[in-house]
């Protein structure tokens, strides 16, 4: 093998014109996934510690900035295949930035703000610099990739101005910049969706999609254990432990049916549309995870006879429901599965109604016991009722 060929002086090449690619995540980019466990963790912390309407606006806003962040690193990197010592760099950098991102989340709002804001800003200046140089190499993408250079290069300057404006001011420009990131992609005429060489590795992203779910699902376990551990093991009566581990295997659920209905599974066509929904589905159904597995430290803190926590509950049964909802919306956009002929839209709908019904009953102050029993229904409702009916069809 000449050194040229080696992946580490390998050039950015759209992935079309490379001839031996692979689908599958490169190590820099699991890295990069990888990083997101602490951000994830410090967002988990920051909602456990604001169960509010004003600090859940907060945590969701953050939440999709830094989804988008690492969206449009992951986009890249589906549609570019680019390994070399220098992208490894930029890679490195971007994880620098993702570490000052996460360092500032506690203290949003706040002092932590314009670190954030500037360390988010210098994140997209370096997309916007891994377009440029796939720019200079791939020479039939070069429409498309100068139009993601400006694109990116002028958010970059507003995300530095979000940095010293004040409130609410800076929150408001640095969230209307963030929603520009996804019309520039979808929006007719002027998206970037308008280039046919604007085609990401679809299998490629489905895997990152699917890397960047189970950290938000893990995250639970963090909050679950470290909960526990606080409170200590051996001090806890029986109940607790039992709550606990219905925690546990909640979370486990989740990630079993996404897997079983719609994970590492592509869009059913490339229309602009299509993609949107498939992309918006992940971004929220990820959001969602994360507060489910805030939502299960209640579990800890409860027992049997006692009413679960309000603030908890509150966002345990919304982010059921908003989870049921994006496994039916990413269900509908991607190519048809064995598994679909058994996830109806009437078992998805039964799984939010009585989920928001859990929410219901514990207003109204039901014990944990009913709660659970309720909560966990809509859940398993969603695995048991196709797997048996799967069964009853070939089983027999």
């Not at 820099?28 to 912390?45: A, K, S």
Request: net charge neutral.
């Amino acid at each position: 093998m000449s050194m040229p060929d080696h992946p580490v002086w390998r050039k950015p090449q759209h992935h079309s014109d490379v001839e031996h690619k692979s689908d599958h995540v490169h190590w820099v980019e699991l890295f990069y996934d990888l990083i997101h466990v602490v951000v994830i963790f410090l967002l988990g912390n920051y909602l456990s510690h604001h169960l509010s309407i004003e600090g859940f606006f907060f945590f969701a806003g953050i939440f999709i900035a830094i989804w988008y962040a690492w969206g449009d690193t992951s986009v890249f990197n589906s549609t570019f295949v680019s390994t070399d010592f220098i992208h490894r760099l930029m890679m490195s950098a971007q994880i620098a930035t993702v570490m000052f991102m996460a360092a500032a989340i506690p203290a949003i709002p706040g002092k932590g703000w314009p670190y954030f804001a500037l360390a988010y800003a210098l994140n997209r200046t370096i997309t916007a610099t891994l377009y440029w140089r796939a720019l200079r190499h791939s020479s039939e993408s070069s429409d498309m990739a100068y139009e993601m250079v400006r694109n990116y290069s002028v958010l970059a300057v507003l995300f530095v101005i979000s940095a010293f404006l004040p409130a609410p001011y800076s929150y408001l420009l640095f969230g209307a910049s963030v929603l520009a990131v996804q019309f520039l992609y979808m929006l007719p005429k002027i998206g970037i969706n308008r280039f046919e060489r604007f085609i990401p590795r679809l299998a490629h992203m489905s895997e990152r999609f699917a890397l960047l779910l189970l950290i938000c699902i893990g995250e639970g376990f963090f909050k679950l254990v470290i909960t526990l551990s606080e409170k200590g093991v051996y001090k806890v009566p029986a109940e607790v432990l039992v709550n606990f581990v219905l925690g546990g295997f909640g979370l486990i659920i989740l990630c079993w049916i996404y897997f079983d209905f719609v994970g590492n599974a592509k869009p059913k066509d490339n229309k602009t549309s299509t993609h949107s929904l498939w992309w918006l589905g992940h971004l929220f159904l990820m959001l969602s995870a994360i507060m489910i597995g805030v939502a299960l430290t209640g579990e800890v803190k409860v027992g049997f006879s006692e009413s679960y926590p309000i603030g908890y509950a509150w966002l345990g049964c919304t982010g059921l429901a908003l989870y049921l909802s994006c496994l039916l919306l990413i269900q509908f956009v991607i190519e048809n599965r064995a598994a679909h002929e058994f996830s109806t839209v009437g078992l998805r709908l039964f799984g939010i109604a009585l989920a928001l019904l859990t929410l219901l009953a514990v207003i109204n102050q039901v014990s944990t016991l009913v709660g659970n029993f309720l909560w966990f229904s809509a859940l398993l409702s969603q695995l048991l009722i196709p797997m048996a009916k799967a069964y009853r069809k070939y089983a027999t």
